[in-house]
């Protein structure tokens, strides 16, 4: 018998401590990351059937769906289920040999530059998709511009930037943030009224090394891209972004997350962090009010379920230096920036999936269009 475990693919990420027959023990990578965060993925060849053990030396390290697999090579991806997990450190899989001898097992669902590139493969062609690189990382490798315009529309239109991936394991956030871009490429009434009034300069992947290499992402040493915005940035990614963003006049920001892996309010459900400043708390309350009607029941969405400031994890303590939103609050001036929390793996006591999630962008897309024109901006 010979288990093999590989992790030199993108976003691979694990420590092979021992592999006993039926029985793996594993550690996760935790890099340049303080402390200890949950991200790991691996590849397993099975070479004979039967049921095994999965076992991580740190406690939290499986979502409430157990972990996600793929039988394609990262292609595509489903929930193990909760029901294969003995211990959140812990999981079975029987190999029967009627699917692929070769699975990735993920934290979650990832999504990778390869899902990025399927993206855009199918909406080669249009005249209001383009793409170009805003910078290079601190590897050489560029960092991915994407921006929908329809030149065809007279007037002006307001801006429009998002983000996800500061944080590079926030695997989930992705999916969403492809879901608003599918909407606004669209040919129905929803994607043509998004061209008609806004340009829409998007960063999939704002940590880009982070996404390819599997790291943790969160809690970088000496701190994370999202805790890098300011006078001075160590990241060519987020240096970018600002310069970029100074040259725009910005009506609606947003930046993507995910939050913990499992258990609680504020990392089952999809929710906002409240802003510090007292008249973007009231701008957040319109929008999530309008988002809680148009969010689809399969990615479920409830403003009660908001984080304000100052309260939970969400306090000055926890910033060591401006996130994106938080700067963009202070430097251009936007009728709106925020981050939101979208869960690994279960909002609101509901399973998420990628479509699901892609459904939720559909639904931030839709409320950008109801908030404006209530504001009437």
Known sequence: MS???????TGGNVFIENINGFDVLLTRDMRNSEGDWFYWAFRAIFDKIGEYRFTFTSPHSLSSCGPAVSYDDGKTWEWLGFECVTQRNI????????????????????????????????????????????????????????HIEDTSCPGAKKHVFLSSRHHCCEMMATYAL??????????????????????????PFADT????????????????????????????????????????????????HCPWIYSGIHNETVYFPGPEEAIHEELLKIFAQILEKHAPAEAPFFAVN????????????????????????????????????IPYAIASGVQLTADSVRALGRAIAESIIEYDDLMGN
């Open 3 to 9: 288990l093999k475990i590989e992790t030199a693919f």
């Open 306 to 341: 908001n984080l304000p400031f100052g309260t939970g994890w969400n306090t000055k303590s926890n910033y060591q230096g401006l996130t994106c939103s938080a700067w963009i609050r202070k430097m251009c001036a936007p009728q709106f920036a925020q981050s939101i929390e």
């Open 209 to 256: 090394d982070g996404v390819i290499d599997g790291d943790q992402g969160k809690n970088r040493r000496p701190h994370d891209h999202n805790r890098d915005y300011g006078e001075q940035p160590i990241y060519p990614e987020v240096k970018a972004i600002q310069d970029f963003l100074l040259s725009k006049k910005l009506f609606f920001t947003m930046d993507l």
């Open 91 to 146: 999981f079975t899989y029987k190999f029967d040999g009627t699917k692929s001898e070769k699975v990735i097992f993920c934290v979650g669902m990832q999504y990778l530059p390869y899902h990025l590139e399927r993206f855009l493969s199918r909406h080669e062609g249009s005249p209001y998709l383009s793409q170009s690189i805003l910078t290079y990382s601190r590897k050489n490798r560029p960092v991915k511009h994407l």
């Open 178 to 203: 492809e879901g608003i871009l599918e909407t606004a490429l669209g040919a129905d009434e929803t994607g043509r009224c998004l061209r008609e009034r806004y340009i829409i300069d998007c960063v």
